[in-house]
């Protein structure tokens, strides 16, 4: 896993909160890479994958397979639990895997809203088809067309791959970073290797060169409408609210998950304790696919 955002000199990238890179990664039958359950405020999550399969199970009672080409968004608000684990037929034969998550800031309107999980299949993304380069919109827009995703704030992520040599002008956005999955991209006459990350110039025209073959991710979007305080996995515009989230999970594995703040997804035992509190004891339990609340909800 390469966790890009936040880092030391650079805490966002203005919507973007966290970005971090999973795989390229083979992995054997009989084991998988296993997020057990974890809670989220004041973020939305979006997960890409490249290879693999991943299951999503969260407190609304959903679970959903995705698979490369589909997204799931998933919105916290005023708080989620999920987790994230391969399909049992993916764990038994053994699998490859690779994704970059990113987690996106709500506006401070939207800081405490509902909770929403949104599942949108490849065919409904738009395919872009550039000069010599091709990709997919996930979310936000660019070169005139716009995702199904839906985000209450302006928003750009895709991916492009280029077949050749090409120069490319860099989507618009208030803020905007190019990541290289694999190849080499050279920016502002800066060279960008293999997983690199790049932050963007804000004016326009930015050309972003790409060697043939070189695979690339954008991301970025609107300016914050004021700092945010990160904690773990919490995001909020408020330190009080950072407190309470923290108090609120402890609370919620005091009491059990019933009737708390935090709750857990269906057929889930387990869960990640705020960083140095104690580790749950004993194995993780891994749920069973009739464990699902809205079996309806996989594909």
């Known amino acids: 896993m390469r966790g890009l955002l936040p880092f030391a000199k ?11 890179h999973l795989g390229r990664a083979v992995v054997p039958a009989g084991k998988g890479i296993d997020v057990r359950s974890q809670p989220h405020i004041g973020l939305a999550t979006v997960t890409w994958l490249f290879d693999g399969a991943l299951d999503n199970r969260d407190s609304l009672g959903a679970r959903q397979t995705t698979r490369p080409g589909a997204v799931n968004w998933m919105t916290s ?7 994230e684990r391969p399909p049992h037929a993916e764990r038994e034969a053994g699998h490859r895997i690779e994704a970059i998550q990113t987690r996106v ?22 395919t872009l088809v550039l000069k010599s380069e091709s990709g997919v919109l996930i979310s936000g827009s660019a070169y005139g067309h716009r995702s ?18 090409t120069t490319l002008e860099a989507p618009d956005a208030d803020e905007l970073c190019l ?15 293999e997983a690199t990350m790049a932050i963007l110039s ?18 970025g979007g609107d300016k914050l409408d004021g700092p945010r305080f990160l904690d ?14 923290a108090a609120d999970w402890r609370a919620s594995i005091a009491g059990g998950f019933d009737g708390t703040w935090f709750i857990q997804p269906p057929g889930e035992t387990h869960r990640i304790p705020l960083p140095g509190d104690p580790q749950p004891p004993g194995m993780d339990h891994i749920p ?12």
Not at 77 to 83: A, C, F, M, Q
Not at 105 to 126: C, I, K, T, Y
């Open 179 to 193: 990541y290289v999955l694999e190849g080499a991209a050279e920016v502002e006459r800066q060279d960008v290797g």
């Open 77 to 83: 608000g005023r708080g989620i639990t999920h987790s």
């Open 105 to 126: 800031a709500l506006p401070r309107s939207h800081e405490d809203q509902a909770q929403n999980f949104q599942h949108d299949p490849a065919a409904v993304l738009p």
């Open 202 to 219: 804000p004016h326009r025209p930015c050309l972003v060169k790409l060697n043939a073959r070189t695979g690339i991710m954008f991301a």
């Open 10 to 20: 650079r805490r966002n990238i203005e919507l973007a909160v966290f970005f971090d």
């Open 288 to 299: 069973d696919d009739h464990d699902d609340a809205h079996p309806e909800w996989t594909s």
């Open 148 to 165: 199904p995703v839906e985000f209450p704030a302006g928003i750009c992520q895709l991916v492009l791959t280029a077949e050749r040599d």
């Open 232 to 245: 773990w996995s919490f995001v909020t515009s408020s330190k009080e609210r950072l407190e309470k989230a």
